[in-house]
């Protein structure tokens, strides 16, 4: 990685022009500056202008947005997809030319994307435009982190370019700022109608899994669903996003768009979150709805916290995560026991797992022990995957797997993307998971997942 010092974007692009001609290869160069404040949503909506991909991240609890726009390159991995990713990753940092200042989570280079949930289910043309490991580094990033504003230029960089092509390039995405001053929101989409995919073979396949753990062949088996969502016309991402940001806080807000499809999702689950090497992770399994009153809230959330089932449930992910921290990390802290999280429509129990990452781990390591977690795959993990590629009805294709971003100043965050949808024009396809274990009632499990479909089906109700 070549840091430039100089603040003169004339002087960060010329030098990589030099070093693209002295090399015989492009190069990546990479330019951040302050900007005045700029509503990441506005600005979302605004670039949909330009008809390129946009990213769309947000932690709403630390007040940190990445609006990503374009594509100036992607890492995309089928085969050993972790180590592939990591290396590319790797070798795209060290080859870099950087201005970057601020050094602030979320400037510099920056990568957002994710990963299928299991590369060896047969993907089906659902998720046709969404590989297995798919990272893409955005021409234009802006971060919001509470009340600072950062604009990131990436770009490839060749001997023949000129160094007006940069700067009309950031003429260009500065007119854009200033026109997401007024952009208006468009209107939103209404629900024409809803389809339960396959729900008495889904309720049969919890009827299996239950017989599967009796016979001790497994401990917990995860499966989801999928309602197919019909719309009145074509759905607005932006709309979409807005409402998740009102109604669930304490949440990952999600979209990835890759050309027509949009993957989208408010998830409560960290998978890990990196700051240089100060690691903390999640472990979030076991759910209850809210109450109706204040009264009979507090009461479920109470018998969450003593329920056997869910707690054994819960103690699965703790011991998992324990046990792959250790060959990547040093001073685990793990609490005794969980508390219970709530969120707008759910109760969750939680425990927060804190550690040091080793000096040669880095982040696609943790990603590549952690998950499937337990609450997302089941116990064991190779006995419930293969139950779940026999007997589930769907491509899982990003639900339930990994997303996030991570920079070039060694931070990143990923999340599971649960309480997520796919969009597909004017349709939407929702998921929703439940865990098996040995004493579940397969119409009290498919409960669980009309309530885990809420947070999303919620918001397109709501327009």
């Known amino acids: 990685m070549i840091e430039v010092e100089e ?13 693209a001609d002295k ?36 932690s709403t609890a630390d007040d940190f947005f990445l609006v990503g726009i374009g594509n100036a390159l992607e890492i995309v991995a089928d085969e050993s997809r972790f180590a592939v990713t990591k290396k590319e990753w790797q070798e795209l940092l060290d080859e870099a030319i950087i201005h970057d200042p601020y050094r ?27 590989q297995s490991s798919q990272f893409t580094v955005p021409e234009f990033i802006l971060l919001k982190s509470k009340n600072n504003y950062y604009l990131t230029m990436i770009t490839v960089v060749t001997k023949n370019d000129y160094f007006d092509d940069f700067i009309n ?49 497994a401990k917990k088996i995860v499966l989801a669903r ?45 998978l ?13 399994a076991g759910t209850a ?26 103690e699965y992910v703790v011991q998992m995560i324990k046990k792959s921290m250790k060959s990547y990390c040093t001073d685990i802290d793990i609490p005794a026991q969980p508390v219970v999280y709530h969120l707008k429509n759910l109760h969750h129990l939680y425990t927060p797992v804190q550690a040091k990452l080793k000096e040669d781990a880095s982040i696609f390591d943790i990603i590549e022990k952690l998950h499937p977690t337990p609450a997302l795959g089941g116990v064991p993990r190779d006995a419930s995957l293969a139950f779940i590629r026999e007997h589930e009805q769907m491509d899982r294709g990003w639900y339930g797997a990994p997303v996030g971003w991570l920079d070039s100043n060694e931070n990143g965050e990923f999340a599971v993307a649960i309480r997520s949808g796919l969009i597909q024009g004017d349709e ?11 004493d579940s009632d397969p119409e009290l499990e498919f409960e669980e997942t009309n309530v885990k479909l809420l947070p999303m089906l919620s918001v397109l109700e709501d327009a």
């Open 7 to 19: 603040k003169s974007m004339e002087t960060l692009f010329n030098r990589a022009i030099q070093q």
């Open 23 to 58: 090399d015989k290869q492009t190069k990546i160069a990479s330019y951040t500056k302050r900007i005045e404040a700029t509503d990441p949503l506005h600005f979302f909506e605004a670039a949909k202008r330009l008809n390129k991909n946009r990213t769309f991240w947000t």
């Open 104 to 130: 602030e989570e979320g400037t510099g280079v920056v990568a957002l994307g994710g990963m299928s949930f299991d590369p060896q289910c047969e993907q089906k043309s659902l998720w046709k435009n969404f």
């Open 169 to 217: 390039k950031w003429g260009q995405i500065h007119e854009l700022i200033h026109i997401d001053e007024v952009t208006k929101f468009p209107t939103a989409a209404v629900i024409e109608s809803k389809h339960e995919i396959g729900i008495s073979k889904w309720l049969d396949s919890v009827q299996k899994a239950i017989n599967e753990i009796k016979n001790n062949r």
């Open 226 to 270: 999928e309602m197919r969502v019909k719309l009145d016309k074509q759905a607005e991402v932006s709309v979409i996003l807005k409402k998740l940001i009102e109604k669930q806080k304490n949440s990952y807000i999600f979209a990835f768009e890759q050309d027509e499809d949009c993957f989208i999702g408010a998830t409560p689950e960290r």
């Open 272 to 284: 890990v979150k990196i700051q240089g090497k100060d690691l903390l992770s999640t472990c979030l």
């Open 289 to 314: 709805p809210r109450g109706n009153t204040a009264e009979e809230d507090k009461q479920i959330s109470e018998e969450l916290f003593h329920d056997e089932k869910n707690r054994e449930e819960h």
């Open 428 to 438: 939407v396809s929702l998921f929703a998971g439940c865990g098996v274990m040995k």
